[in-house]
């Protein structure tokens, strides 16, 4: 079974810093891209970055050069180190994985909340 487990959220102040952790289980984690993915209150859930097994990244034009996405393989855990926050950044974050075969997961989400 597939569990992705969050944290790392919280409350911080403009132009902070916060880092969000996934732990996966279920999957062999190194052959999956990972995904990270946030949904502000009354809208829809978008894609923030994206980490393939090779290490190849993408960003939403949003977060490019504000966010970083990494991967350790050997604690099966996908980060996003988010810096420069905005309160536009505030939303619940996930973590996603698609596994061929199996199927679309989602973590629980962790909420961030900047103040301005």
């Known amino acids: 079974q597939v569990h992705l487990v969050e944290s790392g959220g919280g409350l911080v102040q403009a132009g902070g810093s916060l880092r969000l952790s996934c732990a996966a289980s279920?999957?062999?984690?190194?052959?999956?891209?990972m995904n990270w993915y946030r949904q502000a209150p009354g809208k829809q859930r978008d894609l923030v970055a994206t980490?393939?097994?090779?290490?190849?990244?993408n960003y939403a034009d949003s977060v490019k050069g504000r966010f970083t996405i990494s991967r350790d393989n050997a604690k099966n855990t996908v980060y996003l180190q988010m810096n420069v926050l905005k309160p536009e950044d505030t939303a619940v974050y996930y973590c996603?994985?698609?596994?061929?075969?199996?199927?679309?997961?989602w973590g629980q989400g962790t909420q961030v909340t900047v103040s301005s």
């Open positions: 996603n994985v698609i596994v061929l075969g199996r199927g679309m997961y």
């Open positions: 279920g999957i062999i984690f190194n052959y999956n891209t």
């Open positions: 980490i393939t097994p090779g290490d190849s990244v």
